[in-house]
């Protein structure tokens, strides 16, 4: 298993309470009301939790399996949820990729953020049969599509800027093709001080592009895809139904 983000897991929480605010709502309101009577919801990729407690708080009779591979993200993971005394209730906080992560005999929804990108088409095939084999008939597994459906050349950009005491935090992301399908990302942090860059954190992960239809067809699902939350431009967010 490739650790993606322990050299910048200290910047995690800047970005994830931006995605959070933004990818939030429309998982929401994929989640509220389902059944979830059939096992737990299980989320892959957990990182450090803000996407759990959108899930808890959608469904709150349901029992939560959240997976994250990263030590460094799953520490920050269990600590959020040991400090909630409905999450340490609910959640269970499991080490295990998607590739091999072992999975209970049934479950209720699936929910993949920031993840589904870093596996081949083989590992996904096998991914989605192996929760679809899970999951009782019309539930959803909820993937985060990344905007990118296609390789292609994403010059830098500064995505995130924010102040936190007395030094400033800037986010700078950008992608090229590399083979087939898939993109490599490069992200830098940069930390200000006065104006001044004090320290750079880089870092780099292949990304293997897809769209909610293609994801369909692997997982021989049916599928719609969700593009905006109360009119404002959210990550792309697709759902599988079986």
Known sequence: MIDYYSTSAEF????????????????????????????????IGAGTGRVTEVIASALPEAEILAAEPSATMRAMLTSRVARD???????TVVDGAAQDLV????????????????????ERVAL????????????????????????????????LRETIGRQ??????????TEGDAMRFTTTWKVLRE???????ADSYDWHTFDVA??????????????????????????LVK
């Open 85 to 91: 005394p409905d999450l340490r209730r609910r959640v």
């Open 168 to 177: 400033t935090y800037e986010w700078w992301i950008g992608g090229e093709p």
């Open 214 to 239: 293609r994801l369909a067809r692997e997982a021989g699902m049916t599928s719609r895809r969700i593009t905006e939350a109360g009119g404002r431009p959210i990550p792309e967010i697709g759902v």
């Open 12 to 43: 995690y929480e800047l970005v994830a309470t931006r995605h959070t605010a933004s990818s939030g709502p429309p998982l929401t309101r994929v989640l509220v009301g389902l059944d979830v009577s059939h096992g737990p919801v299980l989320e």
């Open 103 to 122: 999975l209970p005999e049934r479950l209720s929804a699936v929910v993949i953020f920031g993840v589904a990108g870093h596996l081949t088409v083989p």
């Open 128 to 159: 989605w049969k192996r929760l679809a084999a899970r999951l009782p008939e019309g539930a959803p597994i909820v993937v985060e599509l990344m905007g990118v459906s296609s390789p292609r050349l994403i010059p830098p950009v500064m995505s």
């Open 195 to 201: 104006g001044r860059v004090v320290r750079e954190v």
